[in-house]
């Protein structure tokens, strides 16, 4: 059976008109719409009307009004919610009597945080590659098809594809950068750095770390051997976004974080890693669970390491 992996939208233009300072202005918002669906998780309602001449035009004037980014609406009940969220925030859920509005994004924002990059775990896409992919972007604006689950950190089990952020191709005026790391619809890891004066690669150094998971250690820089993105990729292993201890060979070597771009890696083959912790595919976010490294070496001192689901690269602007 087929499975639809985007968004099917139809657009809606609503005009409303504000006063500012005892004049009235009129304005128009364009709404994109996804039929048979309504918000269902993670949604923060701010408002709701109904009765029997609300209509989805109407909806749409309301959400406008209050200037939110999200509402769903039903034809058959007349219920109109509008939420804080944007609709890369929520997920919906199939229902035939509902319908979701939604503005389009310029960029996808959380708070005062702008998503960059987001790399999703064994989709045979190099995670390197499309960091440096320059010239090619998924937001300004975000595209209507572009699978919301792509874009979120929960509920992302139908995600086929990373993001990447025109903003990479235009690294300017940043302040902070912060990556998180999810497993479970949960962060279990970030790191963040002070991104100022940085280019799209030189913001990944221990110099620039402000605070981590595991910063009681990664601020002791004598333990840190390797610390790039671009890492170390040669015929044996291929590792990227690297945070890494001493080279001491496969059996006890340690790291915070880091990403395999083809599996298997030289110390799975060569049998010096825990059996069965292996991914199944690239690329592969592996990562520490604990405060401090890890590894996943047979002969390791140090907790056993994880894989994580997805990362995130976030960033903040002077």
Known sequence: ???????????????????????????????????????????????????????????????????????????????CAIFAEAYYAVSLSPDPDWEVGYTPASLVTFQKWTLVFRLQKEIYVPAYQTWMDTGTSNDNP??????????????????????RSHILDNWNGIDK??????????????????GSGTDMQSWFDKA??????????????????TTRIKGICMKQFCRRFLFYGPYVGCPTEWF???????????????????????????????????????SFGVDRDVPLADFADAMAVYVTFT
């Open 1 to 79: 059976m087929m499975r639809l992996k985007h968004w099917l939208t139809l657009g809606l233009l609503v005009t409303t008109e504000v006063t500012l300072c005892s004049a009235t202005i009129t304005q128009s918002m364009l709404f994109m719409l996804k039929q048979g669906h309504r918000v269902t998780v993670r949604g923060t309602a701010i408002g709701q009307i109904s009765g029997p001449d609300v209509t989805l035009h109407v909806c749409g004037m309301f959400c406008g009004k209050l200037d939110c980014k999200l509402f769903h609406y039903s034809s058959v009940n007349k219920i």
């Open 142 to 163: 975000v595209q209507n098809n572009f699978p919301p689950a792509c874009l979120r950190m929960f509920d992302y089990g139908s995600c086929d594809r990373h993001f």
């Open 177 to 194: 950068v912060y990556l998180s790391v999810i497993k479970n619809d949960t962060e279990v890891a970030y790191i963040m750095f002070n």
């Open 208 to 225: 620039n770390v402000i605070d981590s998971t595991w910063f009681s250690e990664i601020n002791d820089t004598s333990l840190l051997k």
């Open 256 to 294: 915070y974080i880091m990403v395999q771009d083809f599996v298997p890696d030289l110390c799975e083959k060569n049998l010096k890693w825990v059996p069965n912790t292996a991914p199944k595919a690239e690329p592969a976010i592996a990562y520490s669970p604990a405060s401090s490294r890890a």
